[in-house]
């Protein structure tokens, strides 16, 4: 059987495809079930619960942007390994914007009203850093990914304890995000300048602040 090579124009219309999923369609768990699924349910007070549904609606808007670098990534990529590889990391993000959508549903929340915004943002900023070349590209992969592990110890910590099905996705999640750094930097990731990595966070910042309240 003969593998299919697809084209750039296939691949615009994949990505686009994509888009609309990730924005306005249900996400599909792609490889893995929901971690939570065979734990009970917390009593928690009002505003914890409140509290940690906009937590996860903030990982919610993470992984939109993540969806969106890595297809931005995919489209730039000079080589057919990167492209590959952005691919599918971008396929198994997918499973983590399940969990998160899955777990706003279970705590009576809503995702965020900016998840547009950031998608629009976040695949143009994947875009160029694909074009700067495969090995700032992949840089990129490893401080995005050192980012949101710090993101998610953080949530960790304001999340209660008792609270086993929120933690559990989290810590899956971060599982995740380390092992992605770690393929990424084995595969030829440059450590990107301080500079870059400031105004990164100094994102991340924003877009958890707006996201948390809209």
Known sequence: MTQRHYTP???LI?????????LFGRPRVTE???PAALLDEAALGQQERRHVARLM????????????????QAITARLPETR???ERSALEENDHLAWCATRIEELGDRK?????????GSFAIGALA????DRWSLGFVVETERQVEDHLDDHLDQVPERDERTRAVLEQMKVDEIHHAQVAKAAGGAELPAPIRTAMRLASRAMTRSVYWV
Do not use: W
């Open 9 to 11: 124009i296939d691949r």
């Open 14 to 22: 994949r990505n686009a495809d994509n888009a609309l999923r990730t």
């Open 32 to 34: 893995r079930p929901y």
């Open 57 to 72: 609606r903030i990982n919610h808007t993470g992984e939109v942007c993540a969806q969106a670098l890595y297809q931005g």
């Open 84 to 86: 590959k590889r952005m």
């Open 112 to 120: 965020s009203l900016l998840n547009p915004l950031f998608f629009a």
């Open 130 to 133: 694909g074009l700067a070349g």
